[in-house]
């Protein structure tokens, strides 16, 4: 119906043909060597397949999640007369100033107005070790504060500080396509047709042969389910998402999928 071909195809067309020709033979008297079960059977793999492909993406949405989860969801405001205040972090506005005590997460991106201390930055950096912070530096927001007050001037929030970027970056790298991806399109699209064209010249072939149309048919059925190679179409894009997915867990963020 789209005008190009691909797995689903071969899937669709041998699967209904399998499971028509068994419905025609029942009608028979002596009815015999039915396809029901195959019929059920490969379209019971596909579909395992496609769900252990959705299941890949959502581990890979859950990583996504925990790095987001990194932001704190409240923030000590200082007042102009220097008081602390704690409000959510969604209302703090570039130009505040905000506290972070020892073991507090940086509600923002900013830098250091005031204190001293140590940040574990590894959730962004992958660096293991603290790194020193005093006036003037930057901080990142979901990083952590480890052994000192600091006071910070807030200079992005939201969606626009860097750990909501590479949050975004991450979804960009699940949704992008990678090189042997477009290989196994462009090998569908060839492939296809050339399967669909030699299940005709299987069926006509057999015809020719002296065989009845239902003998003949069997052939034809066989080459659209045995050439469909479900493995590329299902398994690179599920090993893509599961192999991100498992990187992110892991603190390693892939940029895209090339």
């Known amino acids: 119906r789209a005008g190009t071909g691909n797995m689903d195809l071969l899937v669709a067309l041998g699967t209904s043909a399998a499971f028509l020709y068994s419905a025609w033979l029942l009608t028979q008297p002596h009815a015999h060597h039915l396809y029901f079960e195959g019929a059920a059977a490969v379209i019971f793999f596909v579909l395992l397949g496609k769900w252990l492909e959705g299941r890949a993406k959502a581990a890979t949405g859950a990583a996504i999640r925990a790095l987001l989860a990194l932001r704190p969801r409240t923030a000590l405001r200082l007042r102009p007369d220097g008081t602390e205040e704690e409000v959510p972090a ?67 929030t939201g969606d626009d500080t860097t750990l909501s970027r590479v949050a975004a970056l991450v979804r960009a790298a699940q949704s992008s396509r990678a090189p042997v991806q477009r290989l196994v399109d462009r090998v569908s699209a060839i492939f296809v047709p050339v399967v669909v064209a030699l299940a005709v010249l299987a069926f006509a072939g057999w015809l020719l042969a002296g065989a009845s149309a239902g003998e003949a048919l069997i052939p034809a059925i066989a080459v659209l389910v045995v050439a469909c190679p479900c493995a590329l179409g299902l398994a690179t894009p599920a090993a893509i998402m599961a192999g991100t997915g498992a990187a992110a867990r892991a603190g390693i963020l892939l940029r895209d999928a090339e």
Request: charge should be neutral; glycine fraction near 14%.
């Open 90 to 156: 969604a209302l703090l506005r570039p130009g505040d100033r905000a506290a972070i005590r020892p073991g507090g997460r940086v509600p923002a991106d900013g830098t250091v107005q005031s204190g001293e201390a140590g940040a574990d930055e590894s959730a962004l950096t992958g660096e293991s070790r603290a790194v020193h912070k005093a006036p003037g530096a930057m901080l990142a927001a979901g990083t952590t504060v480890l052994d000192g007050r600091l006071v910070m001037h807030v200079t992005a």
